[in-house]
């Protein structure tokens, strides 16, 4: 089952709902309030939750919004898998960020 925070948001985008008002979120659990503030970033695409990421070179990534209980495994499968080649945390990350991301992301 997908978390509550990236459930409701996709719903929101599915209905064609515009940002919901402060008010309306401001209750939430804090994963719920970060995709809020970036709302303009959020896409669906087939059943899946993407923020667009821009980066230095002005390319697009799709990042998946990762459920909070999964960013450990996405961690350990990108250290782990043998083509990671131990390339130290800061490039694992690296990677990660290039395809995931989850509110709270070092």
Request: aromatic share 10%; no cysteine.
């Amino acid at each position: 089952a997908e978390d509550s925070y990236i459930g409701h948001t996709k719903m929101a985008l599915i209905s064609g709902k515009q940002r919901p008002n402060w008010p309306e979120i401001s209750g939430a659990k804090s994963e719920s309030k970060t995709l809020w503030r970036q709302w303009d970033r959020l896409e669906i695409k087939g059943d899946l939750l993407y923020r667009l990421f821009e980066t230095d070179d002005g390319d697009v990534l799709y990042q998946l919004v990762t459920p909070e209980k999964l960013p450990k495994e996405v961690i350990t499968y990108h250290h782990d898998i043998a083509s990671a080649g131990h390339l130290g945390v800061e490039k694992t990350l690296g990677r990660i960020r290039q395809a995931f991301y989850w509110p709270g992301m070092a």
